[in-house]
């Protein structure tokens, strides 16, 4: 019988089926969950470690299990690199030196580590990853490393030889409309929308179901994208603007809300010792969160841009059927130029370069900038009738 702790955890039945096995008959200690980002790789790493650590082995229903999950548990760790690569130092601190010790509460079973964005543990030489082996080839018996990344092929081979894999794939259209209609009532026609245009991406449809702000965003990139061919510099700069104001929003609320959530939790502080881990774990908490939220908003921007030039291709050619934003199929037809396939593909590529691009700490602006110049030359080196 499954654990309850995955339950949330939707189009993912053999990664979930491999770690409830694991939680059932004895783990190793090192995993890799490696997939395509929002399908449910941290949510999963989360209810995985609330399983190593819960007394009961998982019940999902302890205060064990709920503290896991909402990432306030002592014994779980989110490590996560500060810059574009972890370093040395980070390893050694967070991990190295205090593995060996024991659980800080005494019916935790395990101390695990979550370690995100491990594709970046390579660093100066792979000193980070090479370091963070020697500690998972001889770990202690109380210490787990869960670590989660978007992109395995970066990776040491080192380091994913000594890890069970755990694969996550895309999420289903069919699944993913199932669940908007399911979790927040969405008519199948509007969540069968937000399935396509989220491309496997369950986490982009889920904010599509619940937040009108997000819709909105995607509505104005939509128009920009459409408009992108006859903006002149001035209208370009604006758009530029718009969409970097967009990627901050959310930052402050997210810090007031994370303020108040530090502020229950110091309640229950023990001691000045707890106090001061808690203060910490909530600064480098807070960091990150910003940090991979503005990097969500930037890639809402190339993902709407390379679905719009993407959909044009396909009108283009005539294969409506496989378009992703079919509530702007009129728009598209009006658009599509039957001899603009090679710009339009030169486009999508421009777009996606620059979401690959953004996933290192670069200027914002000048990458989205890039992006929407890479965009004009393409659509003007070809010559569209």
């Not at 064990?64 to 810059?83: F, K, L, N, Y």
């Not at 967009?246 to 106090?275: H, I, P, T, V, Y």
């Not at 900038?369 to 030359?377: F, S, T, V, Y």
Request: glycine share 6%; hydrophobic share 40%; net charge neutral.
């Amino acid at each position: 019988m499954q654990s309850p702790l995955f339950s949330s955890i939707v189009g993912q039945g053999l990664a979930v089926a491999m770690l409830d096995k694991a939680l059932e008959r004895g783990p190793v200690h090192a995993y890799l969950l490696a997939g395509p980002p929002g399908v449910g790789k941290t949510e999963a790493a989360l209810a995985f470690a609330a399983g190593l650590v819960c007394p009961q082995g998982g019940c999902g229903r302890c205060n064990t299990c709920r503290r896991v999950q909402e990432g306030i548990h002592p014994d779980v760790e989110w490590v996560a690199p500060e810059g574009n690569l972890y370093r040395l130092e980070e390893v050694q601190e967070r991990i190295s030196r205090h593995v060996a010790y024991r659980p800080y509460e005494a019916d935790s079973r395990a101390r695990v580590y979550v370690i995100t964005e491990a594709e970046r543990l390579r660093g100066a030489h792979g000193e980070p990853a090479n370091h963070l082996l020697k500690t998972i080839e001889e770990p202690p018996r109380h210490a787990y490393f869960l670590l989660v990344t978007d992109q395995p092929q970066d990776m040491l081979s080192t380091i994913v030889s000594r890890c069970q894999v755990i694969e996550f794939r895309p999420v289903p259209v069919p699944v993913i409309t199932a669940d908007l209609m399911n979790r927040w009532g969405l008519p199948q026609a509007e969540a069968a929308l937000f399935a396509r245009v989220a491309e496997g991406d369950l986490e982009y449809a889920r904010e599509l179901a619940r937040d009108e702000k997000v819709r909105h965003w995607r509505d104005r990139l939509l128009d920009m994208a459409r408009d992108l061919p006859g903006a002149g510099p001035v209208m370009t700069e604006a758009a530029i603007d718009e969409v970097l104001a967009m990627a901050e929003q959310g930052s402050e609320e997210l810090a007031a809300q994370m303020k108040e959530e530090l502020e229950r939790r110091l309640e229950w502080a023990s001691d000045a010792r707890d106090r001061n881990r808690l203060e910490k774990e909530h600064e480098r908490l807070l960091k990150r969160r910003q940090r991979r939220l503005r990097t969500q908003r930037l890639g809402m921007v190339t993902r709407v841009f390379a679905g719009w030039y993407r959909d044009l291709a396909l009108a283009a050619v005539g294969a409506e059927e496989a378009v992703l934003n079919r509530d702007r199929l009129a728009e598209l037809r009006l658009a599509a130029l039957p001899d603009g396939l090679p710009a339009y593909l030169d486009a999508v590529l421009a777009a996606r370069r620059t979401r690959e691009r953004l996933r290192y700490n670069v200027d914002a602006r000048g990458a989205i900038g890039d992006m929407l110049r890479a965009i004009k030359e393409a659509l003007t080196q070809w010559p569209l009738s």
